[in-house]
Nanobody, 115 residues
Framework: QVQLVESGGGLVQPGGSLRLSCAASKIIISIYVMGWYRQAPGKQRELVATISSGGYTNYADSVKGRFTISRDNAKNTMYLQMNSLKPEDTAVYYC?????????WGQGTQVTVSS
């Protein structure tokens, strides 16, 4: 079945950077809109960024100018470059394929920003 596997999370100090990856299998990502979401403890899951099949991007106001979403269709992988990280960015980050009828989600990767 379709699998999305996130990686690249971890513990980083405020102001640091991380690069998340979302590797897809059993599906060709090139035709789909994809996105990154995050969920902090006690909070609802929120949309961080999306990227269309043509590479058009959109960001939540809270991450604009700090995060960059990208995709490499040849590698069937999506990325999230996160710079200038803040403690409030701490959350589990999930990748998603937007697909009519049934979206696909990854299992999540923990990002913790703390000194």
């Amino acid at each position: 079945q379709v699998q999305l596997v996130e990686s690249g999370g971890g513990l980083v100090q405020p102001g640091g950077s991380l690069r998340l990856s979302c590797a897809a299998s059993k599906i060709i990502i090139s035709i789909y809109v994809m996105g990154w979401y995050r969920q902090a403890p006690g909070k609802q899951r929120e949309l961080v960024a999306t990227i269309s099949s043509g590479g058009y991007t959109n960001y939540a106001d809270s991450v604009k100018g700090r995060f960059t979403i990208s995709r490499d269709n040849a590698k069937n992988t999506m990325y999230l470059q996160m710079n200038s990280l803040k403690p409030e960015d701490t959350a589990v980050y999930y990748c998603k394929i937007f697909r009519s009828g049934a979206d696909y989600w990854g299992q999540g990767t923990q990002v913790t920003v703390s000194s």
